[in-house]
Structure formats: C-alpha cells, structure tokens
C-alpha cells in the first residue's frame, strides 16, 4: 500500500497538536485515515478488536503510543507502537528534532575535549578567539583553523550513527518506532501524510558530514545549528538539530 494519501475528511479541529493523532486512532473503526495508518503499520484490520493511543507525557521523541489487540488464529496479542508526529503546514519548513545544552550532549556522545571546545565557540558559550569576527557573540565554522575543522568533521562522521539515532529515534521507553509526517496547507482543508518506520527514517536522513556555506553543519539532510534567537537570553546557546520532515513525501 502506498502510505501517502490525500484526503479532505480529516480537516477537524485540533490539527495543531498531537492529540489530533490521538483522536483519530481511537476512532479507527470509524476513520478511514486510522485504518489506512494502521495498514501502513502492517496490521490487517480484520484482526483489530482494539486501538488505544494516548498522548506519551514528558520530554520524549515519540509523541503518541498506540496499544493495539489483535486476534490471530484464537489468540490475543497486545501490539505496543510510540509514533514521533510531524504536524506542518508548509512543505518547505524545517523542524527542530533536537535541542540540549552542549555539556548534555558532551556526556551522551563521549565529545572529546578538543571538539567540545570548539563547539563552545560555535554556539557562543565562549566567546571569539579571533579578530574581527563575522558576530561577535559566536564563531561560524569557516572561522576555525585546518585542524579544528578537521576535528568537528571527523567526530561527527565517525559516530554519525549514534548521533543520528539520538536526534530521531531517541532511547529507552519511549523511543520513536514510526514516524508520521502530516502537512495540511493552510489555504486547503485536505491532509497529505507519510508514515514510514524509524529506521529508514535515521537512513533517509543520514549522508555526507560537511559544512554549509552559512558556516553550520550538515550531516545528510539534517542541519546542526546555534539555537539563536530568545531574545538574547542563554538558551540562543544551545545546540539544535533540524530537518525538513516533509522531504520524506519525495
């Protein structure tokens, strides 16, 4: 089954959260939107007797966990799936899949002394080295010499694996196991939507480690940036990671 579809009946209210996923799973009986995500999950609806998703609490990169009892052959089985969604309403957006402080990113990926430091550059928790620098709260990556360049991209290429599953996928409990991409134009009532299983997700948007003309980094498709902006305060410090998540429709 094609897992992108268009339609205009899932238009309701409450599209700007994901309690809006929450809902039309818990009417799968009724919504054909449901069942066609649950086809897309390799589930056969005739072997459903129940759907429960709820919205997942707390800092965690899936969003909605949905229980689902299946009968098969005289046997209940109890499927458990935590699905990461991606509500949007411009195709050409980008998303903010992760964001921490440096040091919690330090102690997650085991970042080298001399990496750290030059990220410390780089998002402005220590100011330039250099003279004249392009802005005087951070340093871009096109600033730094030979070796530190050499140094960030050879750090994010080796664990470029770990790196990109902690940013998608996550860890622990709840840990993303789908991922649901819904883009509903403003100037349109109906809804396009993709959903696709994490794995290939972290392989779609792994590639190449390399710096962006804008002086950030790239690994594939995603874009590691300074935070910026909040009005000046600590947390345009931070660390953040973004993708488009509808160049999974193409």
């Avoid at 990556?141 to 050499?150: P, S």
């Amino acid at each position: 089954m094609n897992s992108i579809e268009l339609g205009s009946k899932t238009a309701k209210d409450g599209f700007n959260n994901e309690y809006f996923v929450v809902s039309i799973f818990n009417d799968w009986k009724n919504n054909e939107l449901a069942k066609n995500w649950l086809k897309a999950m390799g589930y056969k609806i005739d072997e459903i007797e129940e759907v429960n998703a709820y919205k997942i609490k707390g800092s965690f990169k899936a969003d909605v966990q949905v229980v689902i009892l299946i009968q098969v052959k005289l046997q209940q089985i109890q499927d458990i799936q935590n699905i990461q969604v991606k509500l949007v309403s411009n195709a050409n957006g980008y998303n903010q899949i992760d964001k921490r402080w440096l040091k919690s990113y330090k102690e997650l990926w085991t970042i080298p002394d001399n990496v750290y430091t030059t990220l410390q550059y780089f998002t402005g928790e220590m100011e330039p080295k250099i003279d004249n620098p392009k802005d005087a709260r951070r340093m871009f990556f096109y600033e730094f010499d030979d070796l530190e360049q050499k140094n960030i991209l050879n750090f994010f290429h080796e664990n470029q694996p770990l790196i990109v599953s902690d940013i998608i996928k996550g860890r622990g409990k709840f840990a993303s196991e789908w991922f649901l991409v819904i883009l509903r134009k403003k100037e349109k009532s109906e809804v396009k939507w993709i959903l696709k299983p994490i794995n290939e997700v972290i392989n779609f948007y792994s590639g190449n480690v390399e710096f962006s003309p804008q002086g950030s980094l790239k690994i594939g498709k995603i874009t590691m940036q300074r935070k910026g902006g909040d009005g000046g305060r600590d947390t345009a410090k931070m660390l953040q990671f973004k993708i488009n998540p509808c160049e999974l429709f193409y």
